[in-house]
Protein backbone atom coordinates (compact mmCIF):
# COMPACT_ATOMS: atom_id res chain seq x y z
CA UNK A 1 0.00 0.00 0.00
CA UNK A 2 1.40 3.38 -1.00
CA UNK A 3 1.80 5.23 2.18
CA UNK A 4 0.95 8.90 0.65
CA UNK A 5 -0.54 9.73 -2.77
CA UNK A 6 -0.44 13.55 -3.83
CA UNK A 7 -2.78 15.33 -5.98
CA UNK A 8 -3.58 18.68 -7.71
CA UNK A 9 -0.12 19.76 -9.11
CA UNK A 10 -0.41 21.28 -12.69
CA UNK A 11 0.67 24.36 -14.57
CA UNK A 12 -0.58 27.79 -13.87
CA UNK A 13 0.85 31.42 -14.28
CA UNK A 14 2.61 33.49 -12.07
CA UNK A 15 -0.01 34.97 -9.53
CA UNK A 16 -2.27 31.88 -9.27
CA UNK A 17 -3.25 29.88 -7.57
CA UNK A 18 -3.33 25.70 -6.74
CA UNK A 19 -4.72 23.25 -4.59
CA UNK A 20 -3.19 19.99 -3.85
CA UNK A 21 -3.81 16.89 -1.69
CA UNK A 22 -2.52 14.53 0.27
CA UNK A 23 -4.20 11.13 1.19
CA UNK A 24 -1.88 9.12 3.60
CA UNK A 25 -2.80 5.32 4.22
CA UNK A 26 -2.17 5.34 7.38
CA UNK A 27 -5.35 5.32 9.40
CA UNK A 28 -3.31 6.86 12.55
CA UNK A 29 -2.89 9.76 10.77
CA UNK A 30 -4.92 12.14 12.65
CA UNK A 31 -2.18 11.73 15.57
CA UNK A 32 0.60 12.50 13.28
CA UNK A 33 2.18 16.19 12.35
CA UNK A 34 2.62 15.85 8.63
CA UNK A 35 3.77 18.50 6.19
CA UNK A 36 4.59 19.07 2.49
CA UNK A 37 7.67 19.21 1.54
CA UNK A 38 8.64 20.66 -2.23
CA UNK A 39 12.17 19.58 -4.39
CA UNK A 40 13.18 21.59 -7.28
CA UNK A 41 15.11 20.40 -9.56
CA UNK A 42 18.66 20.58 -9.02
CA UNK A 43 18.04 21.71 -5.23
CA UNK A 44 17.22 19.62 -2.27
CA UNK A 45 14.17 18.74 -0.46
CA UNK A 46 12.75 21.01 1.81
CA UNK A 47 9.91 21.94 4.04
CA UNK A 48 7.09 24.39 3.01
CA UNK A 49 4.49 24.15 5.65
CA UNK A 50 3.69 21.52 8.48
CA UNK A 51 0.60 20.92 10.61
CA UNK A 52 0.09 19.31 14.14
CA UNK A 53 -2.77 16.76 14.64
CA UNK A 54 -4.56 19.61 16.60
CA UNK A 55 -4.09 21.67 13.68
CA UNK A 56 -0.90 24.24 15.24
CA UNK A 57 0.38 25.57 11.93
CA UNK A 58 4.23 26.12 10.51
CA UNK A 59 5.29 27.91 7.39
CA UNK A 60 8.79 28.57 5.44
CA UNK A 61 9.43 32.25 5.28
CA UNK A 62 9.42 31.56 1.39
CA UNK A 63 5.75 30.79 1.69
CA UNK A 64 4.60 32.63 4.82
CA UNK A 65 1.06 34.66 3.62
CA UNK A 66 0.51 32.77 0.61
CA UNK A 67 0.06 29.38 1.38
CA UNK A 68 -2.27 28.03 3.62
CA UNK A 69 -2.09 23.81 4.90
CA UNK A 70 -4.91 22.18 6.41
CA UNK A 71 -6.19 19.10 6.90
CA UNK A 72 -9.59 16.86 7.62
CA UNK A 73 -8.80 14.16 10.44
CA UNK A 74 -11.89 12.75 9.54
CA UNK A 75 -11.04 12.00 5.74
CA UNK A 76 -7.92 11.59 6.43
CA UNK A 77 -6.59 14.26 3.99
CA UNK A 78 -4.12 16.81 4.11
CA UNK A 79 -4.22 20.44 1.91
CA UNK A 80 -2.14 22.93 0.56
CA UNK A 81 -3.90 26.12 -0.47
CA UNK A 82 -0.92 27.94 -2.47
CA UNK A 83 -1.68 31.81 -3.43
CA UNK A 84 0.38 34.08 -5.56
CA UNK A 85 2.79 31.27 -6.68
CA UNK A 86 5.97 32.63 -7.96
CA UNK A 87 8.70 30.93 -10.63
CA UNK A 88 10.34 29.78 -7.18
CA UNK A 89 7.66 28.22 -6.56
CA UNK A 90 7.95 25.46 -9.24
CA UNK A 91 8.71 21.77 -7.28
CA UNK A 92 7.41 18.59 -7.23
CA UNK A 93 5.49 18.45 -3.82
CA UNK A 94 5.51 15.93 -1.42
CA UNK A 95 3.42 15.15 1.74
CA UNK A 96 5.27 13.17 4.20
CA UNK A 97 5.10 13.09 8.45
CA UNK A 98 7.21 15.47 10.31
CA UNK A 99 10.28 14.49 10.99
CA UNK A 100 9.30 12.39 8.00
CA UNK A 101 8.89 8.64 8.74
CA UNK A 102 6.96 7.24 5.27
CA UNK A 103 8.30 6.70 2.25
CA UNK A 104 8.07 9.09 -0.32
CA UNK A 105 4.93 9.45 -2.63
CA UNK A 106 5.50 10.02 -6.20
CA UNK A 107 5.06 13.60 -5.74
CA UNK A 108 2.58 15.90 -7.45
CA UNK A 109 4.65 18.62 -10.22
CA UNK A 110 3.98 22.34 -9.78
CA UNK A 111 4.80 24.25 -12.69
CA UNK A 112 5.17 27.85 -12.95
CA UNK A 113 5.41 30.11 -15.77
CA UNK A 114 4.07 32.56 -18.49
Known amino acids: QVPVVESGGGWVQPGESLSLSCAPS????????FAWYRQAPGQERELVAS???????YYADSVKGRFTISRDNAKNTMYLQMNSLKPDDAAVYYC????????WGKGTLVTISS
Open 26 to 33: DKRFKIYN
Open 51 to 57: ITGDGRT
Open 96 to 103: NSRPARLD
